[in-house]
């Protein structure tokens, strides 16, 4: 049994207006399949007017066009009657953290997932502007990286931090592997000490980096940090719900884990790997 905790809706004949639950039934049936018996359904919350100032990025910016209440009125409807968790994916900007408590409160979530797509204006999965990682020293922007993911988890904001070495995405070089250990070292002791859960994404093996988030030497660190860890597909369409959690088990538990977490509509569960 798994719970896919990161699963976007935004697909297919969907849309930010009109979410049918037959779509939603389609993630759950692939999912079933799979071994998957609940979802955690996230929107990016940069889809939402309400969130316009509190993204990093043009980018983001200029995608806040639909009102939260259409997204909140779908969860109302079906948060009682399917196996579901409800939430959001949220960019996290430091300097915005007030009004981003404040977004958030407008709605009870089960969770909400922290994530730093972004460095000021440099989007680092958005693919147009992938050059940008040769235009400074990679040292900069893993560290930078991580700096932002440290706050977005002492912020309390959110339960667990998403796809944790996203700057690999493209399977450019990386830092030397002791730099990087530095950096995973920092960034699980803050998630440690707030209780901050670390996302297995199996979405990268789906990006030109053909490897799971996150690194297995960073996910060792955060077992030994004793940081809880999800399992999510990152899923965007029904058919990759659930997709390749067999090797994130096996990555898991060569990292040394025996359980997985979900927070759901009782809180954080555990489930046996
Ligand atoms: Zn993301
Ligand atoms: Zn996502």
Redesign the pocket.
């Known amino acids: 049994m798994w719970f896919d905790h990161?699963v976007h809706m935004e697909h297919g004949p969907y849309s930010p207006l009109e979410y049918p639950i037959a779509w939603l039934e389609e993630f759950l049936a692939v999912g079933e399949g799979r071994g998957v018996s609940g979802i955690g359904i996230v929107e990016?919350a940069y889809r939402f007017t309400e969130a316009q100032g509190l993204l990093p990025g043009e980018w983001s910016r200029q995608r806040c066009r639909y009102p939260l209440a259409g997204y909140t009125a779908f969860l109302d409807v079906v948060r009682p009657s399917y196996p579901i968790a409800v939430g959001l994916?949220m960019d996290y900007v430091p300097e915005n953290e007030n009004g981003i408590r404040t977004f958030l409160s407008r709605y009870p979530w089960d969770f909400v997932?922290g994530?730093i797509?972004f460095i000021g204006d440099f989007g680092l999965?958005v693919s147009e502007m992938k050059e940008q990682y040769f235009h400074q020293p990679v040292e900069e922007i893993w560290t930078q990286y991580y700096a932002y993911s440290m706050k977005a988890a002492q912020s309390g904001l959110f339960q667990a931090i998403?796809?944790p070495d996203?700057p690999k995405i493209y399977g450019f070089q990386k830092p030397p592997e002791s730099f990087l250990l530095g950096l995973y070292r920092e960034f699980v002791e803050v998630l440690a000490d707030m209780g901050v859960a670390l996302e297995i994404?199996t979405a990268g093996l789906r990006r030109p980096v053909k490897e799971i988030y996150p690194h297995p030497a960073l996910l060792a660190e955060a077992n030994r940090a004793h940081v809880p860890i999800t399992f999510a597909s990152?899923a965007h369409e029904p058919e990759n719900v659930g997709l390749y959690f067999p090797q994130a088990r096996v990555l898991a538990r060569e990292a040394g884990y025996d359980t997985v977490v979900f927070f759901g509509p009782r809180g954080m569960e555990h489930i046996a790997l």
């Open positions: 990161h990016h994916e997932l994530s797509h999965d998403t796809h996203l994404n990152d």
